[in-house]
């Protein structure tokens, strides 16, 4: 069974641009979180999506936005970037009330 | 104050140590999940539990719920067990962890 999927991998943009990050869960979930991991504020929590709807957001700016498709997968976007935003994003899925899985994440450099 | 406090923050062991990592809570949970990241990035999902104790190979993991704390341990450790330990929580039916600040072990051969 393949696990959760994330692209790009790495990813250097510049302030002001803005950026896609994309995430596949396992086959058969349907809930999908994304977390943002940082040195100086380690695993904060982004959004939780289950089903099409979001069900949770964390506490970040309206710059940081997503949806969740109908066959699962998700995408996060970050409008406006700022260098603070540099950071690595993990996206989990899980059964609903179950283990997460991560995947492997994106690392974001703003420049 | 933070909701999920972990200790120690780090931690350095011999091969073959017992190695016990305490994660203490102040909220109400619907459960209770060590993680493990190595360097990397990578994140695995250890142990996710409610009450009692799980065992996975030479892991062990342990909640008591009346007191708000579990413990990771881990025996006869290996040098392959290096890496940063998580303790996070999730809450009612979200799916939503919210993490302690992790332990970093090395374990020297």
């Known amino acids: 069974k393949a696990g959760v999927t994330q692209t790009p991998r790495y990813l250097i943009k510049t302030r002001g641009q803005q950026v896609t990050l994309s995430c596949s869960p396992i086959s058969g979930h349907r809930s999908v979180s994304w977390y943002q991991q940082t040195p100086g504020q380690g695993l904060q929590f982004l959004f939780e999506y289950f089903s099409e709807t979001q069900r949770n957001k964390g506490n970040f700016p309206g710059r940081f936005s997503g949806r969740q498709f109908s066959n699962s997968r998700s995408e996060m976007n970050v409008s406006t970037l700022e260098l603070g935003d540099s950071a690595l994003y993990l996206c989990?899925?899980?059964?609903?009330?179950?283990?997460?899985?991560f995947g492997p994440g994106t690392r974001l450099t703003v420049t | 104050k933070n909701e999920v406090e972990q200790s120690p923050q780090n931690l350095t062991a011999q091969e073959g140590e017992f190695i016990t990592i305490n994660c203490s809570y102040s909220?109400?949970?619907?459960?209770l999940h060590w993680l493990q990241q190595h360097p990397g990035g990578g994140i695995v999902s250890l142990f996710m539990?409610?009450?009692g104790k799980k065992k996975h190979g030479r892991l062990i993991a342990t909640i008591n719920i009346q007191e708000k704390h579990s413990s990771l341990h881990i025996t006869a450790s290996h040098p392959r067990d290096s890496a940063v330990y998580i303790c996070a929580l999730t809450q009612g039916g979200s799916e939503k962890l919210v993490f302690g600040k992790g332990t970093k072990l090395t374990v020297n051969p």
């Open positions: 989990a899925s899980s059964k609903s009330g179950y283990e997460q899985y």
């Open positions: 539990l409610s009450s």
């Open positions: 909220v109400g949970i619907s459960a």
